[in-house]
């Protein structure tokens, strides 16, 4: 009888440890389009593709969809802005409409978004506005939404344009990238960084970069514990608001250690005084972990591991309160992505979690990536999802118990 007991019992332990695991991750929202299920085509009243997803200080996610209907994927079109409480309630906060001319005024096809230190959400669309090439815009969640600056409005573009990612400053001000437009001397222009004042809207460019000494195309804007901040533009690169300086660091120019067309693939981690992130080989499968101290020097490339089988590039991009750097990757090659823990001390896969399918709960294809105080892991996906009969998912919201320690 003991033994049968303490079986049981230990069944029982079984199941909770895996419960708490997150064997199962919990659809929170999901976005349906009217029409086939097959033919997935059709408008998408609450948007589809999520890409972009945060937590507020209020305790509420907000997020940008990036497409307002499905179908026709060579022109995508319009996206919206939402929010969705921890317990799921759904709010549409914003829709990009094409206006009279089918131009989309007011921006297309929103990316990431963020909040200021005013409270309001600010976001850019990569298409759209005035001259076509996308908008800055606010969400107030009391005056509603107003357009901030429309990229490439300035003569030969030198205000920028095709936005990156926003970062909040320690200085209460906002900061992005474009990775075209400024005064450098490249073809199109060479990128720039740019600068938003949430206390007045002011938009303003701070940097550009000049294609040579400066690098150009820059991408993963990262804030540093001083204020400062990394990126690439070639090389890893170094700002300082506070001052305008700007240095690449030596000896981090890509590609790296000799690999012809390896090239960062993800946004970066600062941990421990290093700069931690992903890099790919042009036309080899799999991905790699770099390390690299803030100044440039004691760079490491790891290993690459493979993920040409169930992962593939990488999206979402977190340090996780386990110290291991967690990713989601993306893939479309009959693939459904996964989440994987990366050790920052030696590159090594930990964890593989592949919760994601074209008929299950939360959809397939993650995105963002983010992590809440209980350690809950939230995220999005950009296709599928269930929903009723006479549509089709489009994306889920979705929360996640790996097991993680809180925050």
């Known amino acids: 009888m003991s033994g049968k007991i303490s079986i049981a019992v230990f069944l029982a332990l079984l199941l ?20 086939n299920k097959l033919q997935r085509v059709g408008p998408c009243p609450h948007g589809g593709e999520p890409t972009s997803l945060i937590q507020g200080s209020d305790g509420n996610f907000y997020g940008t969809t990036f497409v307002s209907s499905e179908g026709n ?8 802005v ?6 799921g309630q759904f709010t549409l906060l914003h829709t990009f409409l094409p206006g009279p001319g089918n131009n989309y005024p007011n921006g297309n096809n ?11 959400l600010y976001g850019v669309t990569s ?19 107003k357009v901030i600056h429309q990229f490439c409005s ?23 990238l474009t990775i075209a437009g400024g005064t450098g001397n490249c073809f199109s222009g060479c990128g720039t960084i740019f600068r938003v004042v949430p206390a007045n809207g002011t938009y303003e460019v701070v940097f550009n970069f000049d294609g040579n000494a400066d690098g150009s195309r820059p991408g993963s804007l990262t804030l540093a514990p001083d204020g400062s901040f990394y990126g690439f ?88 309160s386990d110290g291991n750097l967690w990713v989601a990757e993306h893939v479309a090659n009959n693939s459904n992505g996964d989440l994987i823990a990366l050790s920052l001390s030696t590159g090594t896969v930990l964890k593989t979690l592949k919760p994601f399918s074209i008929n299950g709960a939360v959809g397939a294809l ?32 979705y929360s996640l118990n790996a097991g993680l320690p809180p925050q």
Not at 16 to 33: E, H, L
Request: include cysteine.
């Open 16 to 35: 909770a440890s895996a419960a708490a695991y997150g064997a199962t991750p919990i659809a929170v929202t999901t976005f349906a389009c009217s029409g």
């Open 154 to 176: 300035a003569k030969n573009c030198t205000d920028g344009y095709i936005p990156e990612t926003m970062v909040a400053g320690t200085d209460g001000n906002l900061y992005g």
């Open 366 to 397: 993650p995105a963002a990536l983010l992590q809440v105080k209980d350690g809950t892991l939230w995220g999005t996906t950009t296709m599928f999802g269930k929903v009723s009969a006479g549509h089709f998912g489009a994306g889920v919201v």
């Open 127 to 145: 298409n759209g506005g005035g001259p076509g090439q996308g908008v800055l815009y606010r969400v107030s969640r009391k005056s509603g939404f």
């Open 73 to 80: 994927q060579s022109q995508p079109n319009g996206g919206t």
């Open 233 to 320: 533009s070639g090389a890893i690169l170094h700002y300082v608001p506070a001052t305008g300086d700007f240095q690449l660091l030596p000896g981090t120019a890509f590609p790296l250690f000799g690999f012809d067309g390896s090239f960062p693939s993800s946004s970066m981690v600062i941990a421990d005084g290093k700069i931690y992130g992903l890099y790919t080989i042009y036309q080899m499968g799999g991905a790699g972990l770099f390390e690299v101290n803030l100044d440039g020097s004691n760079l490491n490339l790891f290993s690459r591991y493979n993920t040409t089988s169930n992962g593939g590039s990488p999206s979402g991009v977190l340090l996780a």
């Open 82 to 87: 939402f929010s969705v409480t921890p317990n």
């Open 110 to 120: 929103p990316g990431s978004i963020i909040e200021g230190s005013d409270g309001n």
